[in-house]
């Protein structure tokens, strides 16, 4: 089904945030480009391309897709084949940060599956402070390198375990404007991790991949119907749970 076009969004919010997530410039709400970079993106860029040519080897730890972390598998890739599977767009994290600059000019920001960091330099080089979470030491060693190299690291915090184990060692009082999702392809595993973070969005959590299997599918489903989402919308295979008590109840797929 046709997805709906951002000028057709009757709600001003969302008006201003599908603009900011068009690839057309001449759409951008204003002032949503930051004045200054802590990192400008054409470094962000130059990293991006050396881990895109980088033979060196990891050793992957992958924790499973399930909730429960039963299996571990560890299986050596080189870093540019790791890059070239997972690495966000470049418009579409210059367009995920417009959205964030929309939000406020600095927030808090969690990610859970860090990979080699690059969308966590990106958010953390518009201002906004980053906690991004990520199953894999070597893989999070590579992102950690990347971010000292550019000066990021004061404010990137990352963690390195099971999200599972993190998730149960959060707190009340832990709280994050948005909370990004991009470690885990499996509905039940989805759904129990939204729900637990329900609580610690003040704004949004975001999902990546929900068109990757029939079963995130269903699980974008399920969770658009949870009463604490009164709003969604869905653009580039990403769905956006909107925390809104003041809007009516609305779901989009943008086109």
């Not at 560890?74 to 210059?94: K, M």
């Not at 590579?142 to 000292?148: C, F, I, M």
């Amino acid at each position: 089904m046709a997805g709906i076009s951002w000028r057709r969004l009757h709600s001003p919010m969302l008006f201003l945030w599908a603009r900011a997530l068009q690839s057309n410039a001449r759409h951008w709400p204003k002032q949503v480009e930051p004045q200054t970079w802590r990192v400008e993106p054409a470094r962000i860029e130059q990293w991006r391309q050396a881990l895109l040519s980088d033979s060196s080897l990891l050793v992957r730890t992958d924790l499973g897709a399930g909730s429960r972390g039963l299996t571990t598998h560890e299986v050596a890739i080189q870093t540019s084949r790791l890059a070239q599977r997972s690495l966000t767009p470049e418009r579409d994290v210059h367009a995920l940060c417009r959205w964030l600059r929309c939000i406020g000019k600095e927030g808090g920001f969690l990610e859970l599956g860090t990979s080699l960091g690059v969308t966590a330099a990106y958010v953390a080089s518009v201002g906004w402070s980053v906690e991004t979470w990520e199953g894999c030491p070597q893989t999070l060693m590579k992102a950690q390198e990347g971010w000292r190299l550019m000066g990021l690291d004061a404010h990137v915090q990352s963690k390195q375990d099971a999200f599972q184990n993190l998730l149960a060692g959060l707190t009340s009082e832990q709280a994050w404007d948005v909370i990004y999702v991009d470690g885990c392809h499996e509905e039940h595993a989805t759904l129990q991790m939204v729900d637990i973070l329900a609580k610690h969005a003040l704004v949004a959590i975001v999902l990546d991949d929900i068109a990757w299997s029939s079963g995130m599918h269903r699980a974008w489903e399920k969770l658009k119907q949870r009463p604490e989402w009164r709003v969604s919308m869905s653009w580039r295979g990403r769905g956006f749970l909107i925390k809104a008590p003041h809007m009516a109840s609305q779901h989009h797929a943008l086109a």
